[in-house]
């Protein structure tokens, strides 16, 4: 009778693996084959995918490509976002306003927000340049110079995502309890030790979500970077999601851009769980 | 020595503190009674800097603060929520105003654990303060308030939140950790009488945000200055007894001090200790409360609502009609303008 509640989980259950599993083992099977616009079909070529992998430079660089700008981007946002949130969080007023506001970015299609960015950073056409020069900062090669694309994608970026970490931050800021604001008034500690004593390490737990869940969706990233520069000029903007539609949607090199896959997913979660671990052991209080 | 000087601080245009001055000397605890809302916290937050007074100063040996954001004024201060900063375990809460000052980390822990042994607490440095009972989670805040060794220390009701047994046992600790607190102004807000006669060395009383007197704890008691300050000195409340006086008599049995009064409205202040069961009089019972080893009974007598107080367990029903003497020659006098009369 006992065993019987596992019937109950069994539909449940099937439908898990039929979504989650079986694409993922598919997808194992795949990158052991040599699955390719002139041979379709499951081959067996054993971890011959696995080896060219291994000597693919342009793999690797969008790989710590991607890093760059994950970290970068993330930072970024956490920083604005953070003061952002800390700016609004005792003023109801601008509280409202700013949670409206900041609201629009995220609810921005990706593919049609780096579409305007695109004609923003337009170097002849678009309004920013003309901007920079009347203020004296000059043009710049937004699109068509390496870094300065970097730059871009890490702008476009930084404007969608920066209000996702303003709303948790804020979120996590108003869920305080002010006693301990008061017992730092009268404990010697000014608004900046304040922060730094008792807000930021209060919010430990919070910003290692944020972090944690912006570092996932920013390693993913595709429509920003297909959209504003299609991984150039070259490769320079290349990221691996990116790499990896290029070589499996493109090229249709279907067994070696499944090896791609996988072996981004490993490194990944493992990545993913080491930062996630050493945000928390530096973050959370409660973790020491 | 803190001086306090017309100091007034209006909400909404209704005062808060007004005309307040007083003088508080190093090396005394000074308890400031009053009923909830009479301004004790807000006296000593405005102390404290945690809010603006509209006018006045304050100064601490002929310094003024009243400019000074809190966090550079040399004051500590206990409220009467548990306050503890919950990321921080027991030990780094207690350091915590060591280390805002500049002390070296270690040094800052070393004098944090004498304190929390001080307050009984050296076991739990390591814990957090969500791991600890209400009680010791106070005594977490008052080391951190005696570490700081500031030399104005703020108590404002300690002990409201916990219960009757803890509280008379810490009120004791709290007095014995403070004998050692040699050149501190410590102040004490209290709605309690007892507490001010058992801990203070001088008593303020407030009502409706004004000082109404202020003295030695047992002067005070023995004689205050009008019907509100006797109200605030008294618990439970002192009975108000109307009377009316045609010509001039010597009442001089009444009170502690002979009086005469001339004709006029008075209100003869009974304290409820002063109302005995087994009397001439009949009144109705209305309600009782037993605390702890005391009796409250609430009286109607002749139109008149009485508190008797008893020391000892008795227990009427409401509508029991009992006997009652009433000790009028204890009783102290109030003009019709609530001053003591004819002293």
Known sequence: MYRQKYLFLLPGLLVLVAIILFPLLFTIRVSFSSWDVYNPGLNWIGGENYGRLWEDARYWQALGRLTLLSVTTVLIQYVLGFALALMVWRDLAARRLFRVLFLIPMMTTPVVMSVLWRTIFHESLGPLNPILESLGIGAAPWLSSAGWAFAAVVIVEVWQWTPFMFLLLLAGLLSLPNEPYLAAKIDGAGPVRTFFSVTFPMLGAISVGAILIRLIEASKIMETVYVLTSGGPGTSTETSSYYIYIRGMRDFQIGYSAALSLTYLIIMIVALTVIAKLLVRALVKDAA | ?343
């Open chain 2, 1 to 343: 020595m803190l001086k306090i000087t017309d100091l007034e601080l209006l909400v909404g245009g209704v005062a808060h503190l007004a005309a307040i001055n007083a003088s508080f000397q190093p090396g005394t605890l000074t308890t400031i009674l009053g009923r909830t809302g009479a301004g004790k916290t807000t006296l000593m937050r405005a102390i404290a800097g945690l809010i603006a007074p509209d006018r006045g100063q304050i100064l601490l040996d002929g310094t003024g603060w009243t400019r000074l954001p809190p966090w550079k004024r040399p004051v500590a201060m206990v409220t009467q929520q548990f306050i503890n900063y919950p990321h921080l375990n027991v030990r780094d809460n207690v350091a915590f105003p060591l280390v805002r000052a500049g002390v070296a980390k270690a040094d800052a822990a070393a004098r944090a654990e004498a304190a929390l042994a001080r307050v009984g607490l050296a076991a739990m440095v390591d814990r957090r303060p969500s791991a600890l009972s209400g009680g010791q989670q106070q005594r977490v805040a008052i080391a951190r308030a005696l570490v700081k060794k500031a030399p104005v220390l703020l108590l404002d009701e300690p002990f409201v939140n916990l219960d009757y047994n803890l509280r008379e046992a810490f009120r004791k600790d709290l007095v014995d950790l403070l004998a050692v607190e040699t050149g501190t102004v410590v102040l004490y807000a209290s709605t309690d009488p007892r507490e001010a006669l058992q801990m203070g060395d001088q008593i303020v009383l407030l009502a409706d945000g004004r000082i109404v007197q202020s003295g030695s704890p047992r002067d005070v008691f023995a004689n205050p200055a009008s019907l509100t300050a006797a109200r605030v000195v008294n618990d439970p409340p002192i009975n108000p007894i109307p009377f009316h006086q045609n010509g001039v008599a010597d009442f001089g049995a009444l009170g502690q001090q002979a009086i005469t009064l001339p004709s006029g409205a008075y209100t003869l202040g009974l304290r409820a200790s002063d109302i005995r069961a087994g009397g001439p009089h009949q009144a109705r019972v209305t309600l009782t409360e037993v605390t702890g080893s005391e009796t409250l009974t609430h009286l109607s007598l002749n139109g008149l609502d009485l508190v008797m107080q008893e020391k000892s367990v008795v227990l009427r029903s409401p509508g029991d009609v009992v006997g009652v003497h009433l000790d009028l020659h204890k009783g102290l006098v109030f003009g019709a303008d609530g001053q003591r009369a004819g002293v």
